[in-house]
């Protein structure tokens, strides 16, 4: 039984940092792509950065340079880094875990953690 397990979001000022976190259970994330992905209200879900298996990774253009990614494979915890919030960052942060490479096809999600940026 695969979980997703979001943490980290809450309340924060536009310039500050923030880590989210997500642990991941009945899952191995070294054979498959994660991604973290979010939703702002009113929008359609968005892309913000993917790993895959060869440690590759994307990031959406809006957040380069700002968020950075990060695996702890010993923890089974995905984290993301986020600095320089913006407004336009507020959303909800989903943790995605693909069932393979190449972060392709209907990932598990966890259930969302809110960032809102003030």
């Known amino acids: 039984h695969v979980q997703l397990v979001e943490s980290g979001g809450g309340s924060v000022q536009a310039g500050e940092s923030r880590r989210l976190s997500c642990v991941t259970s009945?899952?191995?994330?070294?054979?498959?792509?994660v991604a973290w992905v979010r939703q702002a209200p009113g929008k359609q879900r968005e892309g913000v950065v993917s790993?895959?298996?060869?440690?590759?990774?994307r990031y959406a253009d809006s957040v380069k340079g700002r968020f950075t990614l990060s695996k702890d494979n010993a923890k089974n915890t995905l984290y993301l880094q986020m600095n320089s919030l913006r407004l336009e960052d507020t959303a909800m942060y989903y943790c995605a875990a693909y069932r393979g490479r190449f972060c392709a096809g209907s990932p598990y999600w966890g259930q969302g953690t809110q960032v809102t940026v003030s």
């Open positions: 009945g899952y191995t994330s070294t054979t498959s792509c």
């Open positions: 790993i895959d298996t060869d440690g590759s990774t």
